[in-house]
């Protein structure tokens, strides 16, 4: 089976597609092309998973009739907005190769421009995001609630999965510690990922300031070093700024901490973060270490379906919210159900639909 990546910017989601694959196939030969830098300059490795790499140029229409003569694909798998990557293989590859286009940020949801990715292009992002959905062979999402998004405003595909952002077995700390250490008498929330100060989901300023000022010591390990937050916390005690880290070595600091936090601020992208399953959650469920979020809809089914964490009403006053758990209780089911939650425990469900795919075009 040979696979194409296509997208605009490197993604997590394709580094564990790849590994997925690798780990329970051998007969699979894997392509990646993006813009920009590769999964090793963004995450510090993955790039040894795949079999050929190209760097799509400032003219990908020109460049992608070459890559699927090189690479002679079954699939395409295209993700990462804008859209005009999954609407050009379409045109140029889809009467031959069937296209799989992955939701993991839906257009029709965002306020903002997609953060980290290239300039939007002078274009109808919602006329892209039709063509998108509606001309690919299969459609891959993040979670129930996102698939219902797109189903409510286009015609699914014949083929559609939900694939969470699950964690990478191989990436995860072996052990843990004892669920039933004792606490310290505060709540010892991490946080790690994306900052920003641009008003947005990840502007998380004055969330990280609430859990402090309610009781709540919060560490954060930003995926890139953002200035402000530096001297937000060199002024606000209780919040503690570490240096970025690889992220193998991150997953092990994890353990650590008492509770993971994925809240994020919804002021401009609320329709969108009710959606959204993020890295991040899973990382956290690897680790050991139990969800608290705030009232997104799909994380706050997931922690109560899964009984793996919190939802707060709000940052304000944390550790009210937490008094009455039972957290060795809470850490137990999570190391419990970690296993649940991996790429590889999960892979054999976009094989499948590779498969399937496949099949529909022969």
Known sequence: MRVLYLQQQPCIRTLKYAAGLRAVRADVTLGFAARGKTLTEFYGYGDELFDRWWALGDDPAADLPVIAEEFAPDLVHCHNLPDTLTVLALDLLGG?????HDVHDFQSLRATPYEDGFPEPDADLFALERRAVEGAD???????ELLAEVEARHTLPPRVRVFGNYVLAGTLPATLPDPSRAANGSARIVYQGTLSTNGGHYDLRDIFCSLVAGGASVDVYPAREVGEYAALAASTPGLTLHATLDPRDLLT?????????????????????????????????????????LDHRALARFVAEEGVGVRLPSADGVMEGLRDLDLPALRRRVAAARDRFTVEGRIGQIVQLYEEVRRSRS
Do not use: M, R
């Open 96 to 100: 031959a190769v069937p296209v799989i």
């Open 138 to 144: 299969a459609l891959v999402t993040v979670s129930d």
């Open 253 to 293: 600091e994890l353990t650590g901490y008492d509770y993971g936090w994925a809240g994020f601020n919804t002021s401009v992208n609320a329709a969108h973060l009710h959606t959204v399953l993020p890295n991040k959650a899973f990382e956290y469920l690897g680790c050991g270490l139990p969800i608290l979020t």
